[in-house]
């Protein structure tokens, strides 16, 4: 396996332990008093933004390769780590 293929399952692992998280996030608005509701679900949208981001620089990633493959990998790896922190941040905030 080359680092691509490693990296694209690592990845691939990431966006489907986020989705479980902000799930799990959402699964609490419904027990949430309504102060709480209202900005959870605000988060929530944000999250999911950040993650259609990842994911469409994800999709892009995939189709290039060279030296093209490692710019876009680093722009890729910012808004995962800006997702993977705000994702912390919430879960932390509405535990």
């Known amino acids: 396996m080359d680092k691509k293929d490693a990296y694209r399952e690592k990845l691939d692992a990431q966006l489907k332990e986020w989705k479980i998280k902000i799930d799990q996030l959402e699964s609490r608005v419904a027990s949430a008093s309504s102060e709480v509701k209202?900005?959870?679900?605000?988060?929530?949208?944000g999250l999911r933004r950040q993650k259609t981001v990842v994911r469409e620089k994800w999709n892009e990633l995939q189709k290039t390769g060279g030296e093209t493959w490692d710019k876009m990998k680093d722009g890729l790896e910012k808004a995962s780590t800006e997702l993977k922190e705000t994702l912390d941040k919430v879960i932390n905030r509405f535990k």
Do not use: N, T
């Not at 209202?38 to 949208?45: C, F, R, T």
């Open 38 to 45: 209202d900005e959870l679900i605000k988060e929530i949208e």
